[in-house]
């Protein structure tokens, strides 16, 4: 069950929106907010969305904002026709006679030309748990007005997407959705109950194999550290087993932390979570990929927090 839905039918429009994040790999993407903060919220290692509520935006909102990004591509790109040769920073500004609140909007679209306008991030935390319909409306809206994107990337429970048949997930991969972030974090059941995960390994497992039926690339996360000394070894070698039957595109791997503001934090102070040192996730990882086996999956260890931010590299099956 995800938490609370809120859908505000009458609200009024306010211009595009911004979510608080997006995997590193999306930093030349556009973001196009969908739905706001996360409709499950009760994992005690994440405090990202704590306190706020869940909402799916309009479809006719979001709709407006694909329309407001290409009116200003389209201002921007005949600006920059006219104005080669000139110092171009100068005369790209916001056009007159656009509401204030667009003003958002149009730093969006001027860094996105910037960046070459090839790809697009749905956010916020899980845009599959939009009616399937409504999300093939927004990605043929996407399609048809930046027929040039070749990659449109969301984040994804695994919860919600072992719900959606295999139909409309090959609808929603055929209107352009290509690639799908989903933290798995740990297939160690005992772990996922403990961290109110939200969801078993045998979900995670149906889940990824669907995304990737469809033809959806998919990105699994690993969290080293998050099964606690008494865990470590069985969270590794379960994770292991579930990227196995998976084969995810890309494994990605976020190392625990323990900041004040998640629940965590409590288990960790009065002692019920006994949190690893750097060696014991070091051995974490060894065993995780000791026991990864036939993935031919991209590894990547893309995160400031991360114990080794260096390590990565593709494995061949
Ligand atoms: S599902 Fe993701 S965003 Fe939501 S609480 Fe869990 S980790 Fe945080």
Redesign the pocket.
């Given at each position: 069950m995800e938490g609370g839905i809120i859908i505000k039918k009458t609200e009024n429009y306010q211009g595009i929106e911004l979510g608080p994040i997006r995997p590193p790999s999306e930093s030349e993407s556009i973001m196009l907010r969908i739905t706001r903060n996360?409709p499950?919220?009760?994992?005690k290692?994440?405090g990202?969305?704590k306190g706020k509520d869940f909402s799916i935006r309009p479809v006719d909102h979001v709709i407006k904002d694909i329309d407001t990004i290409r009116y200003y591509i389209d201002e921007i790109e005949k600006n920059t026709a006219q104005s080669s040769g000139k110092n171009q920073q100068d005369l790209i500004s916001l056009p007159a006679r656009r509401p204030e609140y667009e003003r958002l909007a149009f730093h969006v679209a001027l860094s996105w030309f910037r960046a070459g306008m090839k790809s697009i991030f749905l956010q916020d935390?899980?845009t599959m748990i939009v009616k399937p319909d409504d999300l093939v409306r927004i990605l043929n809206h996407i399609k048809q007005l930046f027929p040039q994107v070749e990659r449109i990337t969301s984040y994804a429970?695994s919860q919600t997407i072992a719900r959606i048949s295999d139909e409309d997930m090959a609808r929603i991969a055929e209107a352009g959705l290509n690639r799908i972030h989903t933290?798995m974090e740990s297939a160690s059941d005992d772990v996922l109950r403990f961290v109110k995960?939200?969801v078993d390994k045998k979900t995670h497992i149906q889940a990824g194999q669907k995304v990737k039926r469809a033809g959806i690339e998919l990105s699994e996360y690993f969290m080293p550290g998050l099964g606690g000394e008494e865990h470590a070894l069985v969270s590794a070698l379960e994770t292991a087993d579930a990227m196995n039957q998976i084969n995810p595109d890309f494994i990605r791997i976020r190392t625990l932390a323990i900041p004040e503001n998640i629940e965590l934090y409590k288990d960790y102070k009065s002692g019920v979570f006994k949190k690893t040192g750097d060696v014991q996730v070091a051995e974490e990882l060894l065993q995780f990929l000791d026991h990864l086996d036939g993935v031919t999956s991209t590894i990547k260890s893309d995160h400031i927090l991360n114990l080794f931010q260096e390590s990565q590299g593709f494995l061949s099956g």
């Open positions: 996360c499950w919220n009760k994992c290692f994440c990202l969305y935390a899980n429970r933290g995960k939200g």
